[in-house]
């Protein structure tokens, strides 16, 4: 059974009539019903037909719209060279669409031999007769000084010419210019202005920008929901940071009800694009099983991902999976190799512990100085345990200082490092790297023994049995030695046990009420 005939509409065959009647502007108004399928079935190939005659008769739309099919490869192989010949056909008449067209494909050596200066020509023609992606290409010209001298003020009047005609993307490089200051006096509210007006167009760069602000509360008021509102339509274009942006909102509760749900949903969309940050939000939750399944190895694949483009964090907990051997082969070496890609882009605790790995030779060779090295990295990011570490190699090492030791461990008991609170104690009890000094060992001592370290506990007990540092007090001295002992400090027990002698019956029940208390 045959297939009805086509039904053609009656403007399309009045314009078919001209057309085959040889009237150009009836040829070229064919090709675009065909092009359409306006009033007729589409058809790329018919269109071409039709383009090509108007054209070789000189219609400058007709040469433009066969250039377009041509350079997209539409209804015919793709073919820049001869894009670029019916480009230049209508540029040469005058029309500013080819014009733009024919400079962007001499801006990128297409069909033609890539030639700044042709670019710069043909971009101003059409940049004059208010063509908006040409003037934007010529503000983009002046701002980079490429084919030009750079000049900021002349790349900012071309982008507003365009910005004002509606052009997107000169509106969002307008707020971005407004933003920095740059070619311009810093505006904030210009900034928002032009950013929500390529946002409201759909550009999602805009979005995102818009977004952030919202988020942050940079120069609009902080309002989480608007910046969920510009995320999320940034997002449905499959903008990756601002999907990684709602996936932060949602997993924070940042100004709107907390939802692990779509926190997880919008990490895995951004993550599935590639978002380092994204892939390793994935891979915690992976590693701990918040809202997915416990999967050490899933949480080592999307650390992998991030890692290996080179995000910190990522490449530090592959380290930590490789070194334990969850969800991965253990393999310490392999382990170091990924804590030194994070520790040579500063990440504090790859620092530290990388430092940890050079002291014990656990997975590389086994250097002090190199673990001193690493230490004194993290140390100087004010990281308590690093400096803690880097007082006590100093104290080991045949070339350290006391005295630099003692600074480095003043640094970490000023941030309540116990350990360094009780070496502190020691060194003012001796006199190492500084005037001995038993008050200040007391105070060391108690800051110490306070946050639980049992031999703190205990000279702090012997301090206050002898009035050493502090007026002599059996009460607390019974106390502190009771805590030391009970964490299993054995000498405690026998000066307890002298302690206890030498007490009033009414003190060694004060003690014991202080005991249990």
Known sequence: MQGAAPTYSAEFLRVK??????????????????????????????????????????????????????????????????????????????????????????????????????????????AEQ????????????????????????????????????????????????????????????????????????????????????YDKGQDVEQDSRQAILWYGRAGEQGHASSQFNLALIYDTGHGVPRDEALALAWYRRAAEQGHAGAQNSLGMRHEHGQGVALDAAQAADWYRKAAEQGLPAAQYHLGQLIDAGNGVEQDAALAAHWYRKAAEQGHLRAQFDLGLRHESGNGVAQDSNEALAWYRRAASQDYAPAQYMVGALLDRLDTGNPFEATDWFHKAADQRHALAQFELGLRYDCGKGVERDYEAAHFWYLCAARQGHARAQFNLGVMYAAGQGAQRDLVEAYAWLHRAGAAGVAPATAYLARIAGRMEPQQLSQAERLVSA
């Open 17 to 126: 009539g001209l057309a085959e009647r040889g009237v150009l502007q009836a040829q070229h108004s064919l090709g675009f019903m065909y092009v359409n399928g306006q009033g007729v079935p589409k058809n790329d190939e018919l269109a071409l037909v039709w383009y090509r005659m108007a054209a070789a008769g000189g219609l400058a739309q007709a040469q433009y719209n066969l250039g377009v099919m041509l350079q997209k490869g539409q209804g015919v192989a793709q073919d820049y060279a001869q894009a670029a010949h019916w480009y230049g056909r209508a540029a040469e008449q005058g029309y500013a669409p080819a014009q733009y067209n024919l400079g962007w494909l001499y801006a990128k050596g297409h069909g033609v031999p890539g030639d700044v200066g042709q670019a710069l020509y043909w971009f101003s023609q059409a």
């Open 130 to 213: 208010g063509e908006p992606g040409a003037q934007h290409n010529l503000g983009m010209m002046f701002e980079t000084g490429k084919g030009v001298p750079q000049d900021q003020e002349a790349a900012m009047r071309w982008y507003r010419r365009a910005a004002e005609q509606g052009y997107l993307r000169s509106q969002y490089n307008l707020g971005l210019r407004y933003e920095a200051g740059q070619g311009v006096a810093r505006d904030a509210r210009e900034a928002v202005a032009w950013m929500r007006k390529a946002a409201k167009q759909g550009h999602a760069p805009a979005q995102f920008n818009l977004g952030l602000r």
